[in-house]
T-cell receptor
Framework: NAGVTQTPKFRVLKTGQSMTLLCAQDMNHEYMYWYRQDPGMGLRLIHYSVGEGTTAKGEVPDGYNVSRLKKQNFLLGLESAAPSQTSVYFC????????????FGPGTRLLVL | SQQGEEDPQALSIQEGENATMNCSYKTSINNLQWYRQNSGRGLVHLILIRSNEREKHSGRLRVTLDTSKKSSSLLITASRAADTASYFCATDLNDYKLSFGAGTTVTVRA
């Protein structure tokens, strides 16, 4: 099992450019999450999904969109990147009904110039 | 807003010593979890304690939960260099989401 994988690992964008971050999990988990981590602030929830075809806003959703067309994939999109979106992005998944622990991907480091 | 707050923000100890960090939270919880993050890596789950439990052990880890004080502590005994990492508490409000604190950075000196 690969667990949770994230693509790409690192990306540099110019202000105004768009990109999509891909998260994939092979554990048949229902729930998936996108977080951003900034120095000294821990993890903040951007968007999450409780099942295929569903999405919901988290704590800091502005400037991001998500889609969950397949159960194993959760995409995070930035339509017009801003320097404030420079961060490390983590995806996580869990089964919740059996155990509430989340499994994290290795992260995507994004730099917006 | 973040539910949990860890204290201290940073901790430096000698190998073999114990490390204790605390987490305080604001509202009633379903359970509280602790995660570890090694530099540049994703978070890894360490231990979960439910709201009706007071203490839990896992190897060299001991977690306590005091719901009356809305606080938890994580104790790492006989620390090793490999324990150097950031440690985060996360609270489950029973709404399918976790709220993470800002973390405690632990450095274990050889």
């Amino acid at each position: 099992n690969a667990g949770v994988t994230q693509t790409p690992k690192f990306r540099v964008l110019k202000t105004g450019q768009s990109m999509t971050l891909l998260c994939a999990q092979d554990m048949n988990h229902e729930y998936m999450y996108w977080y951003r981590q900034d120095p000294g602030m821990g993890l903040r929830l951007i968007h999450y999904s409780v099942g295929e075809g569903t999405t919901a806003k988290g704590e800091v959703p502005d400037g991001y969109n998500v889609s969950r067309l397949k159960k194993q994939n959760f995409l995070l999109g930035l339509e017009s990147a801003a320097p404030s979106q420079t961060s490390v992005y983590f995806c996580a998944s869990c089964r919740w009904t059996e155990q509430e622990t989340q499994y994290f991907g290795p992260g995507t480091r994004l730099l917006v110039l | 807003s973040q539910q949990g707050e860890e204290d201290p923000q940073a901790l430096s100890i000698q190998e073999g010593e114990n490390a204790t960090m605390n987490c305080s939270y604001k509202t009633s919880i379903n359970n509280l979890q602790w995660y570890r993050q090694n530099s540049g890596r994703g978070l890894v789950h360490l231990i979960l304690i439910r709201s009706n439990e007071r203490e839990k052990h896992s190897g060299r880890l001991r977690v306590t939960l005091d719901t009356s004080k809305k606080s938890s502590s994580l104790l790492i005994t006989a620390s090793r260099a490999a324990d150097t990492a950031s440690y985060f508490c996360a609270t489950d409000l029973n709404d399918y989401k976790l709220s993470f604190g800002a973390g405690t950075t632990v450095t274990v000196r050889a």
